[in-house]
């Protein structure tokens, strides 16, 4: 007589589909990014010659929203396809993905409290380097003009900062209009006015310093940067465990479905 042994174990549909659900969001965010990405790009003229890329000295934030889409669409397209399909290499590579950067996210935030005075002099060195770009890129120079209005702040450390620009320096030998100004950003907006005066900045450093209040912030955007996180301590805590929760969640799953298909297939193996 023939005795058979079947294996009860079977793949949970319900975390096959809850990781499936889970990735298709970040794949269509993947993809969003990076159609709006690709769509500044060609708006630049970058797309028709890539060299532009490396001629920016200063941060193209369309290169990082492409970076982030590309992320969150290799990360998606493998958790999707890898639950769909029961694929345990692609299962694999995703949740060791999420693993890697929930670390690095880990890493950056432990290493950003120690070493703050490293971390303000690399902030303030960045935040130099793309005054100096300010002009050569319009999405670098309407994220700074963002920045500089929303914190009423002017430059790194003070308005003189934009001395780094050449359409700003005071020098002698500039013959920009702009020369010894600041943009609009750098502006007290006046409540009278309803069309913004981008001429605002012209020459306000030519004037004694003593009289910069009346006129523009004088707060360097670093300053007001530290100023801020204290006052919102708690929300950016809050963003901060609210992604590594769901960084967390996803690896439970991939890693709960990964046991499952192994468990399935060693019971038929047996």
């Known amino acids: ?37 690709l769509w500044a790009w060609s708006e630049k003229g970058v797309l028709s010659d890539l060299t532009k890329v490396s001629g920016l000295r200063g941060l193209d ?13 290799t990360l998606g397209f493998a958790g999707c396809v890898g639950a769909l399909r029961e694929n345990i290499c692609l299962l694999k590579f995703f949740c060791r993905a999420v693993v890697i950067i929930f670390l690095l996210e880990l890493a950056v935030a ?27 890129d319009i999405d670098l120079q309407n994220l700074i003009d963002s920045l500089q209005k929303i914190n009423h702040c002017c430059g790194a450390q003070g308005p003189d900062d934009w001395d780094f620009n050449i359409y700003f320096n005071c020098s002698s030998d ?16 006046d409540p009278a006015q309803k069309v913004v005066n981008t001429q605002c900045g012209y020459d306000v450093r030519k004037k004694s310093k003593s009289q910069w209040d009346d006129h523009i912030f004088v707060k360097g955007c670093i300053l007001a940067l530290e100023a ?3 006052r919102n301590i ?19 799953l991939a890693r709960t479905l990964i046991s499952d298909i192994e ?3 060693a019971g038929i193996a047996f």
């Open 61 to 73: 934030p369309v290169l990082l929203v492409l970076v982030v889409g590309i992320v969150m669409f």
């Open 228 to 230: 801020w996180l204290p």
């Open 174 to 189: 500039s013959k920009s209009r702009e020369k010894c100004g600041v943009p609009f950003s750098c502006c007290i907006p």
């Open 1 to 37: 007589m023939h005795y058979y042994r079947y294996s009860t174990a079977e793949v949970s549909c319900w975390y096959k589909y809850l990781l499936f659900s889970y990735n298709i969001v970040f794949w269509l965010a993947g993809v969003a990014f990076l159609a709006a990405g």
């Open 110 to 136: 432990v290493l950003a409290f120690l070493f703050q005075d490293w971390v303000r002099d690399k902030v303030k060195e960045f935040f130099e380097n793309n005054i100096k770009s300010y002009r050569d």
């Open 263 to 265: 468990a399935v297939k």
């Open 234 to 252: 708690y929300i950016v805590a809050g963003v901060f465990i609210a992604i590594s929760l769901l960084q967390i969640f996803g690896i439970f």
